[in-house]
C-alpha cells in the first residue's frame, strides 16, 4: 500500500486504488476531493509563498540580469502556441474552452495545436525541445508525464517540465460499443473469463493513463483482455462504434456524448463515486471491482523558462480557471475542474509518479 504523506492531502491529482486478489497488488491515494458535490472550482494554493518568492526573483533579476528582464518584460507580444499530444475530439476540448478568457486575460491569442502520436509522447517531446520563452507550451495529461516514462524509455522526464496549474480532475469511462457480447460490466467479465484475451478496448495510446487503467481494471477484476492502442481518444470511440474493439477507455468529454445519443453503452466509470454530471453511472467500485482512477490535466512548459513567464502565465490561469465561461463549458463537456497552483501541481506530479511506477512494476508493464 502506498500512502500518502501527512501534508500530502492538497497537493493529490486524483486517487488511485487497485487490489489485485491474485497478487496482493494494492495501490490507495486517500482523501481525493468530492467533485460530485463541487459546485464551483476547487483550489489549492500558495499565493502568499508564491508573491513572496516572485518578489525575491524580481529582485535577485534586477541586480544580476537587467537585461534578461527587459526581454521577458513584455511578454507575451505575439501568440501563444499551446501542444495538446492527443488526437482532437478528446483534450483538446478542454483548453479550447479555457482558451477565450485565458487569452484575453493575457493580451494574446492562443493558437491550439494536436500533435498526436506515441501515446502523447510525440507532441510532448516536441514541447521538452522547444525554445523556453514560453511562447511553446503543453496541455496534456499528467499519464503522459507519469506514466509514459515509466513504462518505456522516452527523450524526457517528468524534470524537464515546469508545471504552471492543473485544471481537471475527471474519472475515465469504460463503454461498449454496439458489437460487443455484452452490455454490463459484469456480463463483460464474465465473457472475458470464458474467452481469455479476447475481450478488446480501446485506449488513447501505448503507454497512456487510459492504457494503464484498462489494464489495472482488468489485473483487479482477474480477467484477460486485448489492448488496442490508438493516436488518441476520439479514434478509439470510432473504433467501438465501428465493431472493431469490443470497448473504449477514455474521457467522458469524448465517450458521454454517444452514450447519451444511445450509441455506446456505459459499462461503469473509474471514479471513487458516482457523478451527477455523467448520468451517475455506477462505478467499478458500485459493481466489485476495486480499482478507482482520476485522470488529471493541466498546462506545463519547458523547464527553463523564466520565472517571471511561469508567474505571469500561472497567474492567469488561476484567473481563467474560476470565470463562469469556463465552468460552464467544462461541466457542457462533462470535465470536472480541478485547480492546482504551481507548487501544489509539482508535488502532485512527483507523488502520482512515484505510484506509477509502483503499480508498472507490479503489473509487469515496462518495454524494454
Do not use: C
Not at 136 to 145: R, S
Request: a positive charge.
Amino acid at each position: 500500500m502506498v500512502s500518502p504523506t501527512p501534508d500530502a492531502k492538497s497537493h493529490h491529482l486524483g486517487l488511485i486504488h487497485i487490489a489485485a486478489p491474485r497478487s496482493g497488488l494494492k495501490f490507495n491515494r486517500a482523501d481525493t476531493p468530492d467533485v460530485s458535490h463541487r459546485e464551483g472550482l476547487h483550489t489549492t494554493s500558495g499565493a502568499r509563498l508564491l508573491g513572496f518568492a516572485s518578489g525575491v526573483m524580481s529582485i535577485a533579476l534586477a541586480l544580476t540580469s537587467p537585461t534578461s528582464v527587459a526581454q521577458t518584460s513584455d511578454y507575451p507580444n505575439r501568440p501563444i502556441r499551446v501542444i495538446v499530444p492527443y488526437a482532437p475530439g478528446g483534450t483538446d476540448h478542454q483548453i479550447r474552452a479555457l482558451a477565450p478568457t485565458f487569452a484575453r486575460l493575457l493580451g494574446q491569442s492562443l493558437v491550439i495545436e494536436n500533435r498526436e502520436g506515441g501515446g502523447a509522447t510525440v507532441g510532448t517531446a516536441l514541447v521538452k525541445q522547444a525554445k523556453p520563452d514560453g511562447y511553446t507550451l503543453l496541455y496534456t495529461g499528467t499519464g503522459a508525464l507519469t506514466v509514459a516514462p515509466n513504462v518505456r524509455k522516452q527523450s524526457y522526464l517528468l524534470d524537464d517540465f515546469a508545471p504552471i496549474g492543473n485544471v481537471i480532475g475527471t474519472p475515465f469511462i469504460i463503454a461498449a460499443g454496439p458489437g460487443a457480447p455484452y452490455k454490463t460490466l459484469t456480463d463483460m467479465i464474465a465473457w472475458a473469463k470464458q474467452h481469455p484475451g479476447q475481450a478488446t478496448f480501446g485506449s488513447a495510446g501505448q503507454s497512456t493513463s487510459t492504457h494503464l487503467a484498462g489494464e489495472a481494471m482488468a489485473a483487479a477484476a482477474r480477467v484477460q483482455v486485448l489492448h488496442v492502442p490508438f493516436q488518441g481518444i476520439a479514434p478509439a470511440v470510432t473504433a467501438a462504434l465501428g465493431g472493431h474493439v469490443h470497448m473504449a477507455l477514455g474521457l467522458p468529454g469524448a465517450i458521454m456524448p454517444q452514450v447519451n445519443a444511445g450509441k455506446l453503452i456505459a459499462l461503469a466509470t473509474t471514479g471513487p463515486q458516482k457523478l451527477a454530471l455523467l448520468n451517475n453511472i455506477p462505478t467499478l467500485g458500485d459493481q466489485g471491482v476495486t480499482f478507482a482512477n482520476l485522470s488529471s490535466f493541466g498546462l506545463l512548459a519547458p523547464r527553463e523558462v523564466p520565472e517571471d513567464i511561469l508567474q505571469k502565465l500561472s497567474s492567469a490561469l488561476a484567473q481563467a480557471v474560476q470565470q463562469p465561461e469556463f465552468l460552464d463549458a467544462a461541466r457542457k463537456g462533462f470535465n470536472s475542474p480541478l485547480y492546482l497552483d504551481r507548487q501544489a501541481f509539482r508535488a502532485a506530479l512527483v507523488e502520482e509518479d512515484k505510484l506509477y511506477k509502483t503499480m508498472v512494476r507490479d503489473l509487469k508493464l515496462f518495454e524494454n
